[in-house]
């Protein structure tokens, strides 16, 4: 279920993005996991973090 809210003629979506860095990669897993199994009218992805810097 996706909720949609029209405002004007305009249709306004929300997106709620949680940053995070490779080492917190884990625990934002588990998160979206928990996540779901209590949110069920939303849906919830990990998406995993691509890394920032290169090392040399």
């Known amino acids: ?3 949609k809210i ?3 003629g305009f249709l306004l979506l ?3 993005f949680l940053g995070h860095i490779k080492s917190e990669e ?3 897993k588990y998160c979206a996991e ?3 199994t209590f949110v069920k ?3 919830i992805h990990f998406i ?3 890394p920032n810097f290169n090392t040399l």
Do not use: C, H, R
Request: proline share 5%.
């Open 1 to 3: 279920m996706q909720t």
């Open 6 to 8: 029209k405002l004007s």
């Open 14 to 16: 929300a997106v709620i």
């Open 26 to 28: 884990a625990g934002m």
């Open 34 to 36: 928990w996540l779901q």
């Open 41 to 43: 009218d939303l849906p």
């Open 48 to 50: 995993e973090n691509q």
